[in-house]
Each structure stands twice: as C-alpha cells, then as structure tokens.
C-alpha cells in the first residue's frame, strides 16, 4: 500500500527557513517522480518542486527558483523541500505526490497518490 507522509510545517517569520519531510512506504522511491504541491486558501493547488524519477530532471516553478530545493534520500525513503527566504506568499498546505508515470511532471492530475498535506505559515 502506498503512503505518503508530510511533516515538517510550522509558522516561521518572513525569510525563515523550514524543511518539509514526506516519508513514503510500499514502493521503491527512485522509481517514482516525486513533486510538492501547495494550496493556499482560496487557490488552486500549484506545483512548488518535482523530481523525475531516478533524478533526471527536476522543475521548480519560477516563484521559489533560487530559494526551495526539492531533493529525495531513497535509504531514509524520504523526500525533502528544503526552504530558504520564506515569505508571506509562500504560506500554504503543502503535500508531497508520487507517481511512477506522470505524464507532465508539474501537473498535479499527474500524480495518483497523495500525502495528507503539512500546513507552512509566513507570518511576522
């Protein structure tokens, strides 16, 4: 069974940093792409940073380019987003998503499996 677990989340103050962690069992990481997706309220939910699977290619959306860095450890089955000068606009749910076939690896109908979401707030 496949599972995705995010933790990591908090309230940090305008260029803070924060690292998100998403823990997945049931199957074998470097096989999957990996991507962290955020949903602010009122939004839609966008893609932050994803990963191809056995690293060949990574997409950052242009807003966290320089600042978030997307990066996976397959012997702790763990997938971070390192994130460096927060801001207000970066407050969110993130979730982390897995798939071993994205067909376009920035789109979350892309990915069938899903973590529960860790909540990032930006607040001075």
């Known amino acids: 069974q496949v599972q995705l677990v995010e933790s990591g989340g908090g309230l940090v103050q305008p260029g803070g940093s924060l690292r998100l962690s998403c823990v997945v069992s049931?199957?074998?990481?470097?096989?999957?792409?990996i991507g962290w997706f955020r949903q602010a309220p009122g939004k839609e939910r966008e893609a932050v940073a994803c990963m191809h699977s056995g690293n060949t290619g990574t997409y950052y959306a242009d807003f966290v380019k320089g600042r978030f860095t997307i990066r996976r450890d397959s012997a702790d089955n763990t997938v971070y987003l390192e994130m460096n000068s927060l801001r207000p606009e970066d407050t969110a749910v993130y979730y982390c998503a897995a798939d071993p076939f994205p067909l376009r690896l920035d789109s979350e109908y892309s990915y069938n499996y899903w973590g529960q979401g860790t909540q990032v707030t930006v607040s001075s």
């Open positions: 049931g199957f074998t990481l470097e096989d999957y792409a």
